[in-house]
């Protein structure tokens, strides 16, 4: 059975705290208070924080109930309880969007936008991305009257780094200069988060919305893009199931210098705190653990947890991480097998090249988190220590042995 990962933080200010479990008894005709909230991207690491903590019965703004969407039917190992309904419908596909919500359109009053496309240069993510986020709301307006009031936005760092996987803008980029903070003017490059940005400014007043931007996220899925954690576990159990060693892929820069990371947990009670607190509406928020670290103090977490030696990074000792990833496909179908596991595809867990490309920045990849607890967010986690707690949830989802 799956155990759910500790809460983080309590609210003095509300006696509420944020907790992991736990379904909403079912209402088809909700009362016209409950809020009624819908996490596009369910299956995601965020989107899974997201349910769970929207789930608890101590959650800000509550109780509330919830539906959870993605592309795909439920995994085994989603938890059975959470969201209190699932649905399965293409966001791209506008005709399929409707069929689905329009039984629900008139109970939802929030969204929390957690899902992505990825594809093969910003144009193209900002078409996809754009359509699939208006084809949500477009369906979930068609309700008369609709309750929808409020949508969170989930974005991330790249909006003051530029498009960094763009194959031809992605060499030309200029960024900001570290701590990134909320304030700082776009970037002239197009960027589908600024377009998703403005595409919810769009609705204002008859809509709020809050976008909160994440760093390197940590958290516990098969299905999320850019998933930097499980490509990590799925390296080391690589080298410990073929005697390899775990060695660090980056430079010498990023080993000794702070980066910081973004638990699923903490930002999903900053989403959630953010689409019930009234001044926090309309807002970009920075969304962070509140600490940094070193790529070599995380090394040596990974090597506890995963039980292989420590190698000394060695900026002498050049490998092709990425192209050595790239082939051990049926290294990771052989784990699975003798272990057990849930059935992944190992080229659609990990994400080698944008994993690589973290690890070779020539600046400390860090946000400033002053923005948000200046208007009274105070969400934290100790990125260390929850290496290893997510670590855990993906062994006890059977995703890792």
């Not at 005709?29 to 991207?41: F, K, R």
């Not at 980056?250 to 000794?256: I, L, R, V």
Request: hydrophobic share 40%; net charge negative.
């Amino acid at each position: 059975m799956q155990q759910s990962l500790p809460p983080l933080i309590s609210y003095p200010q509300t006696n509420r705290s944020i907790s992991l479990s736990l379904s909403l008894m079912e209402q088809e005709v909700p009362n016209t208070n409950t809020p009624v909230a819908l996490v596009v991207g369910v299956t995601g690491m965020v989107g899974l924080s997201l349910a769970e903590a929207l789930n608890s019965p101590t959650a800000l703004g509550g109780p509330w109930k919830v539906y959870g969407s993605a592309r795909r039917p439920k995994p085994t190992w989603f938890p059975s309880s959470t969201p209190d309904h699932y649905i399965t419908f293409d966001a791209l596909n506008f005709d399929d969007t409707l069929k689905h919500l329009s039984p629900i359109a008139h109970e939802i009053t929030h969204v929390f936008w957690v899902a992505i496309q990825v594809r093969e240069n910003e144009e193209s993510n900002i078409a996809a991305n754009s359509t699939m986020l208006e084809n949500v709301i477009k369906a979930l307006k068609s309700a008369t009257p609709s309750r929808l009031c409020h949508i969170s936005l989930q974005t991330g760092t790249k909006h003051y780094m530029g498009p960094i996987s763009d194959p031809v803008l992605g060499t030309q980029l200029v960024h900001h200069e570290p701590p990134f903070h909320e304030d700082m003017p776009r970037l002239p490059y197009p960027n589908f988060y600024y377009a998703l940005e403005d595409l919810l400014a769009s609705y204002s007043p008859s809509l709020t919305y809050s976008v909160h931007r994440s760093s390197i996220i940590i958290g516990a899925s098969s299905r999320s893009f850019y998933n930097a954690l499980l490509t990590l576990c799925v390296y080391a159990t690589i080298c410990k199931y073929q005697g390899l060693p775990f060695r660090y892929p980056g430079t010498k820069y990023t080993w000794e210098n702070f980066c910081d990371m973004s638990d699923a947990r903490v930002l999903a009670e900053q989403q959630i705190w953010a689409a019930v607190t009234d001044r926090a509406k309309n807002q970009a928020f920075n969304c962070t653990n509140g600490d940094v670290y070193t790529w070599k103090s995380l090394w040596k977490v990974c090597c506890e947890v995963f039980d292989v030696e420590f190698v000394p990074f060695d900026e002498n000792e050049k490998f092709d991480w990425v192209g050595m990833m790239k082939k051990k496909g049926r290294v990771w179908d052989e784990i699975v097998e003798k272990y057990g596991l849930y059935k992944t595809n190992m080229e659609e867990i990990v994400c080698p090249e944008a994993f690589d490309a973290v690890l070779h920045f020539g600046f400390p990849h860090v946000c400033s988190m002053n923005k948000s607890r200046e208007f009274g967010f105070f969400g934290y986690a100790n990125t260390l220590k929850s290496i290893g707690l997510w670590v855990g949830r993906l062994r006890d989802m059977k995703i890792i042995p």
